[in-house]
């Protein structure tokens, strides 16, 4: 069975800060691993994926994000933040091989001017 | 110039009544899927289609029912509303091992 974890319901940074969104995940064989946006009232939007090669991806937005298969994470960064980057973020995984994503609970992300 | 579109995007109706959710995608993708997003804002995939065949059906409630006509179209039916299918239900689309593109949602509340 694969899992994602994203610990954290809320994270607060200033604008201009770098940023932080934790996941984690758990799969039985090699993870498929996805970013998505979600603003309020809007579907969700792709940001990056990790399916194999470079350990860090660069996404939409100016957002990367690390995978790291010893600690099974793959968390979001971003060197500045935006006050326009405050949204809800999304962290999926989906084992090679496989249809199903899985999707994390959502990390609210606020950022403050 | 709409990816994945969905109609309509809100849906008011009463409990027992019937409704149907529709969903185009004009990305050439051959997978489509149907998520729902609780008031918690969890989302859990509900049903897959690639190429109008199912190839996912979660644990749902029979009163759910997709439909393909053909690879850009996927509906949702369901039948005999109740008040814990209130929910905002997504469309996405891929190719087969790659991301997913979402719809912007439809908002169903049954009163």
């Known amino acids: 069975a694969q899992s994602v974890a994203q610990p954290e319901d809320q994270v607060n940074v200033a604008e201009g800060n770098p940023l932080t969104v934790k996941c984690t995940y758990s799969v039985s064989g090699n993870p498929y691993l996805f970013w998505y946006v979600q603003y309020p009232n809007r579907g969700l939007q792709f940001l990056l994926k990790y399916i194999t090669g470079d350990n860090l991806v660069k996404g939409s937005y100016g957002f990367e994000a690390e995978f790291n298969k010893s600690q099974t994470s793959f968390h979001l960064k971003k060197p500045s933040a935006l006050v326009s980057d405050s949204a809800l973020y999304f962290c999926?995984?989906?084992?090679?091989?496989?249809?199903?994503?899985?999707f994390g609970k959502g990390t609210m992300l606020l950022v403050s001017p | 110039d709409t990816a994945v579109s969905q109609t309509p995007k809100y849906l008011v109706t009463q409990m027992g009544n019937d409704k149907s959710i529709k969903c185009e995608q004009n990305?050439?993708?051959?997978?489509m899927y149907w998520y729902k997003q609780d008031s918690k804002k969890f989302l859990k995939i509900m049903f897959s289609y690639n190429n109008k065949e199912l190839i996912i059906n979660e644990t749902v409630p029979n009163r759910f029912s997709p439909k393909s006509p053909d690879k850009a179209h996927l509906n949702l039916h369901i039948n005999s509303l109740e008040l814990g299918d209130s929910a905002v239900y997504f469309c996405?689309?891929?190719?087969?091992?790659?991301?997913?593109?979402f719809g912007p949602g439809t908002r169903l509340t049954v009163t």
């Open positions: 999926a995984v989906r084992e090679a091989g496989y249809s199903t994503l899985t």
């Open positions: 990305l050439g993708h051959d997978t």
């Open positions: 996405a689309s891929s190719q087969v091992e790659t991301e997913q593109y």
